[in-house]
């Protein structure tokens, strides 16, 4: 009998989302009368820009056509499009960073979990807590996790709590590290980090030799122009980190799938006998090795963001998230919740009323107001306490949530 990969057995019993989709399944199987608003998951909800639609309705056009059809394209993306990326999302910003430093994938979660095959397994490393847990499950499957406690912290690696008392953002750690996860605008909390604050991070992984890994996911979604949306807007980065940027929430392509990740030429990394590696070449080897690329047709329409109708309509649409975060923020702070983020970020970060745990309250919301947030506490340890509320939805399922919230936190309260 073939042996499997026993790092698996150590993963908590599910990963939260799927926890999250079968209690609500359960709870719809007893309830089918009940109308419920999904405000966990951060799907985007809205239809896709029209300039991104043209585009890959000419491309779809194209490929039946035998002088414009495309079979394999190149691994790490088409150049024409990995070139506006580097124009508009980083150059225009003062960051340099080349084309061919960026590479196209069908994903930032893909990317953010792959990118540990070109690492070594003796790395210490660390993550924010609570934390996106793709981070830490894609960790353990590796083999770098250990054994795990009652916290549900793994030994294998370095925790780092970010609390209302810090600001979400997490301290510099006092021991070195090697990798470090890194998430702003954050997931769940909504927190933003200034440039000074990078700039520490930065300074950190220099002196280190460490290697942040900086998940810039929901950067459109910053307002504050004073707000880094890049980690290379800081001096040094090109030396120390590592960028996953998506086009699933800004252009609403979660279902159509096309993301990108930035390792400049710069950025080395130790082999087992000292030498100096360009961590470049390792990634462009996995890529040409175990990806085949994101289709033509969805390129395409990625390419189209940067057109001058496909900036107005991806800015419509952050705008139409950030005003449901808006409205979310406000009702639940009228209720009197304690709320943080939904200001640079599309999610809300909510304490939970009368000392209920996460999952308490995620019952509460589902049974008595239909509503479906995220537990806090899938996030880590240190979110239990709280439950993230997702802007992603329609505006009369947001307003309507946010009524059927206030009646029943205003009742808990009272």
């Given at each position: 009998m073939a042996t499997i990969n026993d790092h698996y057995l150590k993963l908590k019993a599910g990963y939260l989302f799927p926890e999250i989709a079968r209690r609500v399944q359960a709870f719809g199987a007893e309830h089918p009368e009940a109308a419920l608003i999904r405000l966990g998951i951060g799907d985007v909800t809205e239809p896709l820009p029209a300039a991104c639609r043209a585009a890959m309705v000419r491309a779809v056009e194209e490929q039946g056509e035998r002088a414009s059809f495309r079979g394999y394209g190149p691994e790490q993306g088409y150049g024409w499009l990995r070139e506006k990326i580097a124009l508009h999302d980083f150059q225009?910003?003062?960051?340099?960073?080349?084309?061919?430093?960026?590479?196209?994938?069908?994903?930032?979660?893909?990317?953010?979990?792959?990118?540990?095959?070109?690492?070594?397994?003796?790395?210490?490393?660390?993550?924010?807590?609570?934390?996106?847990?793709?981070?830490?499950?894609?960790?353990?499957?590796?083999?770098?996790?250990?054994?795990?406690?009652?916290?549900?912290?793994?030994?294998?690696?370095?925790?780092?709590?970010?609390?209302?008392?810090?600001?979400?953002?997490?301290?510099?750690?006092?021991?070195?590290?090697?990798?470090?996860?890194?998430?702003f605008p954050n997931n769940p909390t909504g927190a933003t980090a200034t440039r000074s604050h990078l700039e520490a991070?930065?300074?950190?992984?220099?002196?280190?030799?460490?290697?942040?890994?900086?998940?810039?996911?929901y950067e459109a979604f910053i307002t504050d122009s004073s707000l880094p949306h890049s980690i290379y807007e800081i001096e040094g980065a090109r030396e120390c980190a590592i960028e996953f940027r998506s086009f699933s929430k800004n252009a609403g392509f979660t279902?159509?799938?096309?993301?990108?990740?930035?390792?400049?030429?710069?950025?080395?990394?130790?082999?087992?006998?000292?030498?100096?590696?360009a961590l470049w070449g390792l990634w462009n080897r996995r890529q040409a090795t175990k990806f085949n690329g994101v289709s033509?047709?969805?390129?395409?329409?990625?390419?189209a963001v940067y057109s001058p109708e496909g900036q107005a309509e991806v800015r419509s649409l952050v705008d139409f998230y950030m005003e449901n975060a808006r409205i979310i923020r406000e009702h639940l702070t009228a209720a009197g919740l304690t709320v943080y983020g939904g200001v640079n970020a599309p999610y809300v970060w909510v304490k939970t009323p009368a000392g209920l745990s996460s999952w308490d309250f995620f019952d509460k919301l589902l049974h008595h107001c239909h509503v479906v947030c995220t537990p806090g506490a899938g996030f880590g340890a240190a979110g239990e306490g709280y439950c993230r509320i997702s802007a992603f939805n329609g505006r009369e399922q947001v307003v309507a949530a946010m009524e059927r919230m206030q009646r029943l936190t205003g009742a808990m309260l009272g």
């Open positions: 225009s910003r003062g960051c340099a960073i080349d084309a061919s430093e960026i590479f196209i994938s069908d994903g930032s979660k893909c990317d953010c979990g792959n990118i540990l095959d070109i690492f070594g397994d003796d790395n210490k490393i660390a993550v924010t807590d609570p934390v996106y847990p793709v981070y830490v499950d894609t960790n353990v499957m590796a083999g770098h996790g250990g054994a795990i406690n009652d916290r549900g912290e793994y030994d294998g690696l370095v925790y780092l709590p970010i609390t209302a008392e810090n600001g979400f953002t997490a301290a510099i750690p006092q021991e070195k590290v090697d990798l470090v996860y890194l998430c991070w930065v300074a950190y992984a220099r002196e280190h030799g460490s290697i942040l890994l900086f998940d810039a996911a279902g159509t799938r096309c993301a990108l990740t930035v390792v400049p030429k710069s950025l080395y990394g130790r082999s087992a006998a000292g030498e100096a590696i033509y047709i969805v390129q395409r329409g990625a390419e």
